[in-house]
């Protein structure tokens, strides 16, 4: 969008587009009102990406409709825990949508980012830790950084991660995604000198409490420079690391 508010200005500089075409382009830009939502085509502005969907809770046609216009306008979508049906919708208008069923994120860029220097690993402690580590990967990469995958590398089989040393010394952020416990951030962060995102999940057996045991764990960490973010919520995670790696 910076790049098309430029490129309008230099037009009226240059005579080709008149002032009124001008500020007709520039209606939309606070928000757009569509009744049951009110897209904010500011935020590119203000925080570097487009506005993100949280799906649930919205039905398909609405995740569409919102879907269309911030396309329309940015160019790039994310739309999080998304029903695979507005996917299939959006496909009918914009072929080159994808769906990732996995973390449940259905997303769109329509030209390739410029990509960041640093690369972020993105570590779950368990297989199940997966989709929330997938809803990571997607942020990161449409938002333009470099990003690779350790899976399955938890606490109770520490000799795993600390057979990875080589990787995490490449990384430039780190994101550490567990659940039970949650033990593996405070391991992680003691092996390193970078930031460690930590993402809570809802896997474990009662006593974890859907994560919330994991979550106090993160929270209660040993380890300086441990950020933790809520429960399952690998899209936060994947932005906070972003902003970071820019």
């Known amino acids: ?143 333009g950084n470099p990003v690779e995958i350790l899976c399955d590398v938890g606490v109770a089989g520490i000799h795993r991660i600390l057979n990875k040393r080589h990787i995490l010394d490449k990384a430039n952020i780190i994101i550490v995604i567990a659940g039970m416990e949650g033990a593996l951030a405070s391991v992680v962060s003691g092996l390193v000198s970078k930031p460690v995102i930590a993402v809570p999940t809802s896997i474990g057996y009662g006593a974890s409490f859907e994560g919330i045991a994991p979550l106090l764990t993160m929270m209660n960490s040993c380890s300086p420079g441990v950020s933790v973010v809520n429960i399952d919520n690998g899209f936060g995670a994947g932005y906070f690391a972003s902003l970071i790696n820019a």
């Open 1 to 143: 969008m910076p790049e098309k508010i430029a490129k309008t200005l230099e037009g009226v500089r240059s005579g080709r587009i008149s002032v009124r075409r001008a500020l007709l382009s520039f209606k939309d830009m606070p928000y757009k009102d569509i009744g049951f939502a009110k897209i904010d085509n500011h935020r590119v502005l203000r925080r570097g990406f487009p506005e993100v969907v949280f799906g649930r809770g919205k039905t398909v046609g609405q995740i569409v409709a919102i879907s269309k216009r911030i396309i329309a306008h940015d160019g790039i979508l994310l739309v999080t825990r998304a029903p695979r049906g507005a996917y299939l919708m959006l496909k009918r208008v914009y072929p080159k949508v994808k769906y990732d069923a996995r973390a449940a994120c259905l997303y769109y860029r329509k030209e390739s980012p410029v990509l960041k220097k640093g690369l972020v690993l993105v570590i779950t402690a368990g297989t199940a830790d997966l989709p929330v580590a997938e809803e990571a990967r997607i942020t990161l990469e449409l938002m």
